[in-house]
């Protein structure tokens, strides 16, 4: 059973940096997918960033794009996501979400991704 544990989330101000880690276990994950996903309050669930092993690559959604950095740790099973120069309107819950990669996939769906996190809160008060 695969299990994605995701933590880092907090409150702060506009303009402050955070970073979230989500330890995966229950399996090795370093050929998998791997990203992030977040849910503001009334709204639908977005993809954020997606890191692959092989080739090695990262994508942004691009609201995010020069501020976030996704990044992962193979030897622990492990993804991080540094947040900068965060914004009000990062504010949501955040998801770790891995997956097998796949060819033809592009990643940034929900249905590319079989393993979620509990997700981690984030406010970001202006």
């Known amino acids: 059973q695969v299990q994605l544990v995701e933590s880092g989330g907090g409150l702060v101000q506009a303009g402050d940096s955070l970073r979230l880690s989500c330890a995966a276990s229950g399996r090795d994950l370093s050929s998998y997918a791997m990203g992030w996903f977040r849910q503001a309050p009334g709204k639908g669930r977005e993809f954020v960033s997606y890191?692959?092993?092989?080739?090695?690559?990262?994508h942004y959604t691009d609201s995010v794009k020069g501020r976030f950095t996704i990044s992962r740790d193979n030897a622990k099973n492990t993804v991080y996501l540094q947040m900068n120069s965060l914004k009000p309107e990062d504010t949501a819950v955040y998801y770790c979400v891995a997956g097998q990669q796949r060819a033809y996939s592009d990643y940034t769906g929900r249905g590319d991704y079989r393993y979620w996190g509990q997700g981690t809160q984030v406010t970001v008060s202006s």
């Open positions: 890191i692959l092993w092989n080739p090695a690559s990262t």
